[in-house]
């Protein structure tokens, strides 16, 4: 990988004592960094970085506790908050740049602006709120070893397995998920919240993206996201709750637009 303009070249650096994988097309191209949703890697984001490539580099971070990073022994806001500035810092990513997040990857996106608005320049804000009170126990059910790559898929279930099949992974024992059920819990009851004061907490230009078939967020939400926050503009695409992998042309040709009028 990185030979194509485009294509992901996987690196890691170190921080917070853990060793963290992420995903860069590299170039001179204006910086982008994505973040992924719960349960899922960066590399769900190859599909866009080729669509915008060489325009735009793109650096697509795979999480604590998912993909290729290490597991860790909290998942605090403030957790995830560090560890995206430690990777910026790793790049040596001084200018401001565009954040692009899915779910977990959005709050922590629109959260790092509020944080240090001298340092994005754009939010891409893909399918999550600001009231967030969501339960997951379902993920407990995927915990553990089994014995062929179909029964873990079955036992996931055909509305979410294409989404975490990147996260399957062979071992000694078995297949299992890359991520730790148990962890993944605690991520997300640490994410639930009232997050308002941070998505109105920075004023660069910020594109807002629904699914129109989601099960995660509500539009009059996002709508009243859109209209409290000035620059903000939002858009309803056919899809879920992770639309730049069931529909990426169209999910990219948006953020096309976007970056233009940046």
């Known amino acids: 990988m990185g030979t194509n303009p485009g294509a992901f070249r996987r690196s890691s ?8 994988s992420y995903l860069d097309t590299e170039g001179d191209g204006e910086v982008l960094v994505a973040l992924h949703a719960h349960w899922m890697e960066g590399i769900s984001f190859a599909p866009l970085a080729a669509a915008l490539a060489p325009t735009w ?3 697509a971070p795979d999480q604590r506790g998912h ?7 909290s998942y605090t806001r403030d957790d995830y908050l560090g560890d995206l500035e430690a990777l910026l810092d790793h790049l040596h990513l001084t ?12 709050v922590n996106a629109y959260q790092f602006a509020a944080r240090n608005p001298n340092r994005v320049r ?13 339960d997951i126990p379902i993920v ?3 915990a553990g070893n089994f014995r062929t790559r179909e029964e873990l898929a079955e ?3 055909p509305r979410l397995s294409p989404y975490l099949e990147p996260s399957f992974r062979e071992t000694n024992q078995g297949w299992r998920l890359a991520f730790d059920p148990q962890e993944m819990l605690e991520s997300q009851t640490n994410l639930n919240g009232n997050h308002w004061n941070d998505w109105l907490g920075s004023s660069c230009p910020a594109l807002l993206i629904r699914g129109r078939d989601s099960p995660v967020t509500k539009q009059e939400h996002l709508e009243e996201m859109a209209a409290r926050r000035p620059s903000t503009k939002l858009e309803i695409l056919d899809g879920g709750h992770v639309i730049h992998q ?3 042309e169209l999910f990219a040709h948006t953020v096309k637009v976007f970056l233009q009028h940046l």
């Open 13 to 20: 650096f170190e921080h917070d004592a853990l060793s963290f």
């Open 57 to 59: 580099r793109m650096v």
């Open 67 to 73: 993909g290729h990073s290490d597991h860790a022994n």
């Open 95 to 106: 200018k401001p740049l565009v954040l692009l997040g899915n779910s977990l990857g959005g």
């Open 122 to 134: 754009g939010l891409i804000i893909e399918d999550i709120g600001v009231e967030i009170a969501d």
């Open 140 to 142: 407990l059910t995927w």
């Open 155 to 157: 036992r996931i279930g």
């Open 246 to 248: 069931s529909h990426p």
